[in-house]
């Protein structure tokens, strides 16, 4: 790792720039509005009203600096506390409050709330990710509630919220994905994220996962069939407690028009586990690079 950013704490501004211009551009700047890599210049301290890290593309005659189209746009916070935020909510396994990231940080709480927010945009896949799975990959699908299961409970309260169903799946030996059903069927949210030809689904017992694949095996968890042969969902089980354990005791409470960016967060954090040999300096960097092209404001935080 470039030792510009083998840390991603900083107390100065000049590096947590350079470091982010590391990340964002290893072989040299950008220009973000033509894609121009030769006659990109430095203007910065030419003159007293150039802002720090200025840019100027000779081709297109436009102006940029390592925070255009991105997450960080117009954000009047120092860059060396978008590392520290991300740093924090990276390596922390069940997630950070905003609250803790405001007193840490020493910004609002309306600041960090925002910050946290922008920094699960980053988190999230790109939009053209693309299904998974494939030929001779093995998918494990499940879904859960969050609260406790129609199945559990007795009796519903009247006037009650509607329950909110999470969808995860994941590629073995590849990635997890996860996905908040708001009203949709299992069916509908599968079919998108999963490369029907030739991929080997393993599930539940449950009814909706039938037919969906020419390739499909399952356990009955209602005959305590936990295990059989490789098939199992045991892997998103395990998930799923640790996405519940995070959203209960260190979010306590999260709208369903954030739910898909919470989900993200713990995707990714799955994703790049220490046991893959990624460590929480790693996995800052890699939040940190998928910053580009994704832009999010304070008036409309619940579209991406």
Not at 5 to 19: C, L, M, V
Not at 170 to 186: A, H, M, P, Q, W
Request: net charge positive.
């Amino acid at each position: 790792m470039d030792a510009t950013y083998s840390s991603p704490i900083f107390t100065d501004e000049t590096a947590a720039r350079e470091a982010l211009e590391a990340v964002r551009w290893p072989n040299g700047p950008v220009c973000v509005h033509c894609g121009a890599t030769e006659h990109v210049v430095r203007v910065e301290g030419k003159k007293q009203s150039h802002r720090p890290g200025l840019l100027y593309c000779n081709d297109c005659k436009g102006q940029f600096t390592v925070t255009v189209g991105t997450v960080f746009e117009r954000s009047k916070i120092p860059l060396h506390k978008w590392w520290l935020a991300t740093h924090l909510l990276s390596s922390s396994k069940k997630g950070m409050s905003s609250h803790q990231i405001h007193r840490t940080l020493g910004v609002t709480y309306k600041t960090a709330w925002f910050m946290t927010h922008r920094i699960r945009e980053a988190m999230a896949p790109a939009t053209n990710a693309g299904p998974i799975g494939g030929p001779g990959k093995s998918v494990e699908a499940d879904e859960t509630f969050l609260g406790k299961s129609p199945k559990t409970r007795k009796t519903k309260p009247l006037h009650a919220k509607p329950d909110r169903q999470v969808l995860s799946l994941i590629e073995r030996g590849g990635t997890l994905r996860s996905v908040y059903l708001d009203g949709k069927n299992v069916r509908a949210a599968l079919t998108p994220q999963l490369l029907y030809d030739d991929s080997r689904l393993l599930t539940d017992g449950a009814q909706q996962y039938k037919f969906q694949v020419r390739k499909h095996e399952s356990v009955d968890h209602s005959k305590f069939e936990w295990v059989r042969g490789d098939v199992h969902t045991n892997t998103l089980e395990g998930f799923f407690s640790i996405f519940k354990r995070g959203l209960t005791g260190v979010y306590q409470h999260c709208s369903s028009g954030h739910l898909h960016r919470y989900l993200a967060e713990f995707d990714f954090r799955y994703n790049n586990r220490a046991k893959l040999g990624i460590d929480d300096t790693d996995r800052t960097i890699a939040a940190i690079k998928g910053i580009e092209g994704k832009r999010l404001t304070y008036r409309r935080p619940d579209q991406a």
